[in-house]
C-alpha cells in the first residue's frame, strides 16, 4: 500500500498545478513526469504540516525556504533547477498573492486528508475515497468563490480539481474492487438513482 505521505504529496502536487496554471502558469507537469526533486519538496512539504498541523502558511513556507537554501538555492526572476534559482526565494509577506494562496491551498489539503485518515491505518480503497472527498470539500469552496466573484481563473481551477476526483475514481476502478453501486447502469432498476460515492457534489 502507497504511503499516506505520498497519496496527499500527489494531490497536493495536482492542486498546485491547477493553480499555477489558473495563474497563468503552465511550467508545471504532472506528478508522474515531474522531477525527482520536486517531488521530494512535495513529499518534505505533507510530512512538516502532518508534524505541523496548527502552523500557519508562512511557517509552510518558510520550512521550504530554509530547505531550498541548505539545498543551495538563490533568488532568481525565474525557477531553473539546474542553476537552483526560483521567484519564491523570499520571506512569506513578499511573495505575490497567489503564491501565498498557493500555500494555503497546500496545508488546508494536508489538514483535509491527513486527519481522519492518521486514526486506522486505512485501507488503500478507504484512503482513496478520503482523498476525493477532501479534494470535493475544497472543490465547493471554490465553486462558492465563484459564485460572487466568478473568473475564468476560477473556473479553471474547478475543472482540475473535478479531473482529480475523476482519476481517483479511476485508481478505485484500477483496484477491481466490486462495483458499490451496481445498478447505476441497469435500466430495469427504473428511476432508481444511486448516490455518488461518499456523498460528493462536484
Sequence with gaps: MMDLAILIAM?????????CEANG??????????????????????KFRMDNPTAGPDAQHNNWLKEKEADGWVYGDVKDPVAKTH???LPFENLPEFQQKKDELFASIVDALAGPLKISEPSEVVQIKGLRKGIDGVL?????CAVN???REKSLTITKLQEGIMWLGMDLKRLN??????SSK???????????????KL
Aim: with cysteine; proline share 11%.
Design 87 to 89: 521567484p519564491c526565494m
Design 177 to 182: 474492487e466490486p462495483n458499490p453501486y451496481p
Design 140 to 144: 465547493q469552496e471554490v465553486k462558492e
Design 25 to 46: 502558469d503552465y511550467s508545471q507537469k504532472d506528478w508522474d513526469e515531474a522531477e525527482e526533486w520536486q517531488r521530494a519538496s512535495a513529499l518534505a512539504g505533507v
Design 11 to 19: 494531490v497536493c502536487h495536482a492542486a498546485n498545478k491547477a493553480w
Design 149 to 151: 466573484h466568478p473568473s
Design 186 to 200: 441497469d435500466p430495469s432498476t427504473g428511476d432508481k438513482i444511486e448516490p455518488t460515492a461518499d456523498n460528493l
